[in-house]
T-cell receptor, first 114, second 115 residues
Framework: EAQVTQNPRYLITVTGKKLTVTCSQNMNHEYMSWYRQDPGLGLRQIYY???????DKGDVPEGYKVSRKEKRNFPLILESPSPNQTSLYFC?????????????FGPGTRLTVT | AQKVTQAQTEISVVEKEDVTLDCVYETRDTTYYLFWYKQPPSGELVFLIR??????QNEISGRYSWNFQKSTSSFNFTITASQVVDSAVYFC????????????FGAGTILRVKS
């Protein structure tokens, strides 16, 4: 089954403790991205990657890192999480780069930083 | 710059009522796509529709219908004979040539359908 998976689905952590949220897709997609969802703000793009070893900032990249060493994986790294990073996170992927390509979203990761 | 506005923060209706969710968008591009997603209480995003800027025909899918009007930059979503299972957050989103794959989302509208 074609899908985007995220792990963990739920995470409660403390300020400053490094964490990684994994994202994996099995569709050989080139483009992957991360969004965060906050009440009243909708979803906003954090980082994106157009292919292996090609990543770039989205609209809200502060406090996050990403890497794209393999085509299928696009982990989101929080080196020193803070309470303002408490949010619902979505990973997405597309088969190509550009407006024509449909996006597939993962199930979401609910992160709480205390 | 891209922008999507969903002015209705929350709507409450009684089952079987019709309800329209508004979406107004801004983009400089002539080629763009508009989307609606549903987010039930479980949290996942459920894709409902994608419409390109060259297709202004209204779309109907069961109890759902969409009204795309370029003249007013609106892409409104109507649920006919609402049901309790329609209770969710609904997002309108835009992607265009300038930003490619990136989706710009509205703030979302919470729909509560009471029995």
């Amino acid at each position: 089954e074609a899908q985007v998976t995220q792990n963990p689905r739920y995470l409660i952590t403390v300020t400053g403790k490094k964490l990684t949220v994994t994202c994996s897709q099995n569709m050989n997609h080139e483009y992957m991205s991360w969004y965060r969802q906050d009440p009243g703000l909708g979803l906003r793009q954090i980082y994106y990657s157009m292919n292996v070893e090609v990543t770039d900032k989205g609209d809200v990249p502060e406090g996050y890192k990403v890497s794209r060493k393999e085509k299928r994986n696009f982990p989101l790294i929080l080196e020193s999480p803070s309470p303002n990073q408490t949010s619902l996170y979505f990973c997405a992927s597309s088969s190509g780069t550009g407006v024509l390509y449909e996006q597939y979203f993962g199930p979401g990761t609910r992160l709480t930083v205390t | 710059a891209q922008k999507v506005t969903q002015a209705q923060t929350e709507i409450s209706v009684v089952e079987k009522e019709d309800v329209t969710l508004d979406c107004v968008y801004e983009t400089r591009d002539t080629t763009y796509y508009l989307f609606w997603y549903k987010q039930p209480p479980s949290g996942e995003l459920v894709f409902l529709i994608r419409r390109n800027s060259f297709d202004e025909q209204n779309e109907i899918s069961g109890r759902y219908s969409w009204n795309f009007q370029k003249s007013t930059s609106s892409f409104n979503f109507t649920i006919t004979a609402s049901q309790v299972v329609d209770s969710a957050v609904y997002f309108c989103a835009l992607s265009d040539m300038e930003y490619g794959n990136k989706l710009v989302f509205g703030a979302g509208t919470i729909l509560r359908v009471k029995s």
